[in-house]
């Protein structure tokens, strides 16, 4: 059984750093791509960040690059995103989510299967 869990979220003043974990287990870690997703308040899921199972190829949203990097430790079966220069709109709730190797579009909540439970992340201005 798949399990993925996030932790790192919580209250930051703008301008500020965060780096989320999500520590997965249950089938072979190296061979998934994995993403970030975040829901605000009263907004739809949207993409944040994914890498691909080699850790060859990474994907930002717009308003998010140059700001958040993500990256993964298959050793350690961890995918993290280091959340940097953070603002007030990235406050939601961050979670993180493991797809198929063979998925060629990773922008998208289909291209994966499994999900975790989310992390809050507040950004005070």
């Known amino acids: 059984q798949v399990q993925l869990v996030e932790s790192g979220g919580g209250l930051v003043q703008a301008g500020g750093s965060l780096r989320l974990s999500c520590a997965a287990s249950?089938?072979?870690?190296?061979?998934?791509?994995m993403g970030w997703f975040r829901r605000a308040p009263g907004k739809e899921r949207e993409f944040v960040a994914a890498i691909r199972w080699s850790g060859s190829s990474t994907y930002y949203t717009d308003s998010v690059k140059g700001r958040f990097t993500i990256s993964r430790d298959n050793a350690k079966n961890t995918v993290y995103l280091q959340m940097n220069s953070l603002k007030p709109e990235d406050t939601a709730v961050y979670y993180c989510a493991q797809g198929n190797y063979r998925e060629i579009l990773l922008t998208t909540p289909a291209a994966y299967e499994h999900w975790g439970q989310g992390t809050q992340v507040t950004v005070s201005s």
């Open positions: 249950g089938r072979t870690f190296s061979s998934y791509n």
